[in-house]
């Protein structure tokens, strides 16, 4: 299960290893704020990629959103405990309209990190994969490694069906959460980018 | 029921006019028509919500995507969204049109409504939220076109607060 003589996999690792994926100029990525968004921007930032630096729990709500408005380009969105903690009502709200083209990844650290690694309810027995079953989405898979998560990310992004993807990883980040990125100029970037696929799009 | 079908009908049409493509709803009394407008119409992606606030996510989407979308909503549901729309739909100045039913106002009948009822409005005003009553089935598709016009404009929430007079038949 877990890797480096019992320590949990690192996001950082996890991350670096679908990048690829999420650098293609037709993913659309979404993420929440904290230690998702910088370490991902650390990997390299693209106009693909749009980070919710704020309004906890709502990541999921933003991609379901994109996934309804855009279904023939795949949507990630990259979630954590904390965060979906907030909002579980959105497994809900994806299971019920089961965007084909949605994958949900679930970065489980049992702690609220960036605000001083308060545990969370994960740390005490919730199951967000279990949850998230429950909820009706069609296909929950739990990798916690880097090679499965890597496999069952690709398997995702190629099949039409949501998927959420839960993997425990160590509750550590960076140094420093400094982006060179003001947030409105991440949203207009973000929008244009889509609206450059959406005209694409129209024009097939 | 008392509820207008024939002002729902407005409502829904001139959302129809203003390109809404998209509706995020949780259902309450006054808005049934309307959310079953949008489920009978192939051209709009209906999104039942679990709770309110996951409208304000989802219509962020819709704006990313160059989709106009609509929430619709009780009073009450607007309050549970208060954080999504600071820190997101404002945050992020997101365009966001919001219908929200007004219970708890005048002619209010239902002592569980009154409390929301009389702090909608503060509410609204301290968010710095243009709020526009649609109160007669003649002016409400202009104020519609007007709002969907300012929230994209100006890129902020705009709410449209549905009254008892334009949504109830019966004389209150």
Same mark, same amino acid.
């Given at each position: 299960m877990s890797e480096r003589d019992g320590q949990r996999m690192l996001r950082a690792d996890a991350l670096a290893a679908?990048?690829?994926?999420?650098?293609?100029?037709?993913?659309?990525?979404?993420?929440?704020?904290?230690?998702?968004?910088?370490?991902l921007y650390q990997l390299g930032h693209r106009a693909n990629f749009f980070y919710l630096e704020h309004a906890m729990g709502l990541a999921s709500s933003l991609g379901l959103g994109i996934a309804l408005s855009m279904p023939r380009y795949p949507v990630v969105v990259i979630d954590g405990d904390g965060s979906l903690l907030m909002n579980l009502g959105t497994l809900s709200t994806l299971a019920r309209y089961r965007p084909g083209n949605l994958t949900h990844v679930v970065f489980d650290n049992e702690s609220l990190l960036s605000v001083g690694g308060f545990p969370t309810a994960t740390s005490t027995g919730t199951d967000l994969a279990g949850v998230a079953k429950a909820a009706g989405v069609p296909s929950v898979v739990r990798a916690d490694t880097v090679d499965d998560f890597a496999d069952v990310f690709t398997q995702s992004l190629?099949?039409?069906?949501?998927?959420?993807?839960?993997?425990?990883?160590?509750?550590?980040?960076?140094?420093?959460?400094?982006?060179?990125?003001p947030l409105l100029e991440n949203r207009f970037q973000f929008r244009r980018h889509l609206q450059h696929l959406a005209a694409r799009a129209a024009m097939e | 029921m008392p509820v207008s079908v024939t002002n729902s009908h407005v409502i829904y049409? @001139?959302?129809?006019?203003?390109?809404?493509? %998209? +509706?995020?709803?949780?259902?309450?009394?006054?808005?049934?028509?309307?959310?079953?407008? @949008?489920?009978?119409?192939?051209?709009?992606? %209906? +999104?039942?919500?679990a709770k309110e606030e996951e409208g304000v996510g989802i219509s962020a989407g819709a704006h990313f995507a160059g989709v106009k979308s609509a929430m619709l909503m009780q009073n009450h549901g607007f309050l549970a969204s208060v954080n999504g729309i600071v820190s997101f739909a404002q945050l992020y100045k997101m365009p966001l049109l919001m219908l929200i039913?007004?219970?708890?106002?005048?002619g209010e009948l239902d002592p569980w409504q009154?409390?929301?009822?009389?702090?909608?409005?503060?509410?609204?005003?301290?968010?710095?939220?243009?709020?526009?009553?649609?109160?007669?089935?003649?002016?409400t598709p202009?104020?519609?076109?007007?709002?969907?016009?300012?929230?994209?404009s100006a890129l902020t929430p705009v709410a449209l607060l549905l009254t008892r007079d334009l949504m109830w038949e019966e004389a209150s």
């Amino acid at each position: 299960m877990s890797e480096r003589d019992g320590q949990r996999m690192l996001r950082a690792d996890a991350l670096a290893a679908i990048y690829p994926q999420l650098a293609r100029d037709d993913v659309i990525v979404v993420t929440i704020m904290g230690a998702v968004a910088v370490e991902l921007y650390q990997l390299g930032h693209r106009a693909n990629f749009f980070y919710l630096e704020h309004a906890m729990g709502l990541a999921s709500s933003l991609g379901l959103g994109i996934a309804l408005s855009m279904p023939r380009y795949p949507v990630v969105v990259i979630d954590g405990d904390g965060s979906l903690l907030m909002n579980l009502g959105t497994l809900s709200t994806l299971a019920r309209y089961r965007p084909g083209n949605l994958t949900h990844v679930v970065f489980d650290n049992e702690s609220l990190l960036s605000v001083g690694g308060f545990p969370t309810a994960t740390s005490t027995g919730t199951d967000l994969a279990g949850v998230a079953k429950a909820a009706g989405v069609p296909s929950v898979v739990r990798a916690d490694t880097v090679d499965d998560f890597a496999d069952v990310f690709t398997q995702s992004l190629a099949m039409q069906e949501l998927t959420t993807i839960v993997s425990k990883v160590e509750p550590v980040g960076p140094k420093s959460f400094h982006m060179d990125l003001p947030l409105l100029e991440n949203r207009f970037q973000f929008r244009r980018h889509l609206q450059h696929l959406a005209a694409r799009a129209a024009m097939e | 029921m008392p509820v207008s079908v024939t002002n729902s009908h407005v409502i829904y049409d @001139a959302l129809r006019a203003v390109d809404v493509r %998209l +509706v995020s709803a949780l259902p309450e009394t006054w808005l049934v028509h309307l959310i079953r407008m @949008a489920e009978d119409d192939p051209e709009m992606i %209906l +999104v039942r919500l679990a709770k309110e606030e996951e409208g304000v996510g989802i219509s962020a989407g819709a704006h990313f995507a160059g989709v106009k979308s609509a929430m619709l909503m009780q009073n009450h549901g607007f309050l549970a969204s208060v954080n999504g729309i600071v820190s997101f739909a404002q945050l992020y100045k997101m365009p966001l049109l919001m219908l929200i039913s007004h219970r708890g106002d005048l002619g209010e009948l239902d002592p569980w409504q009154t409390q929301g009822g009389m702090v909608t409005l503060p509410v609204l005003r301290a968010l710095g939220i243009p709020s526009y009553p649609l109160s007669d089935p003649v002016s409400t598709p202009r104020i519609i076109r007007q709002a969907q016009a300012l929230a994209e404009s100006a890129l902020t929430p705009v709410a449209l607060l549905l009254t008892r007079d334009l949504m109830w038949e019966e004389a209150s």
